[in-house]
């Protein structure tokens, strides 16, 4: 499971819900942040660290933690029920910025020399490379060349 994406100086709430077949557990103890994995695989050594208690609700637990650094963090979670230890992960990503642009497709036109229309009964490619472009063109009846 993920947590999503935030930005650097964000605090990230680490939530747990502890449940037993779907119904929350109320006893359990020593519930902890026990450790967060950085993205260069260190461990972050300010942990374990106990995780608070949502009032009113069992089994609910946070814990607010301010990341440093860019990139993957996998969180674990212990807690005790009874004599048992029991282990919990989750995960999140930190990026520089905002939320960048997602990818989205973009029509095929004639104006684009790298991605000509197909009109022709005939099936023809053409390849064609510059300085640091490298594409093909491709025109006529090919069924496979439709898909661009």
Known sequence: ?????FTIGSTIRLPLQITESGIPVSDATNVKVFKIIKPNKDDDGSFPKAMTSVEGYDGIYYYDYIPQNVGNYIVIYNFDIDSATFSAMDSFYMSASGL???????????????????????????????????ATEVSGDDPYAKGL
């Open 100 to 134: 960048q642009a997602a990818p989205r497709a973009t029509a095929v036109s004639n104006a684009n020399f790298y991605a000509k229309s197909i009109s022709s009964s005939s099936s023809s490619a053409k390849s064609v490379s510059g300085s640091d472009i490298s």
């Open 1 to 5: 499971m993920s947590l999503g994406n």
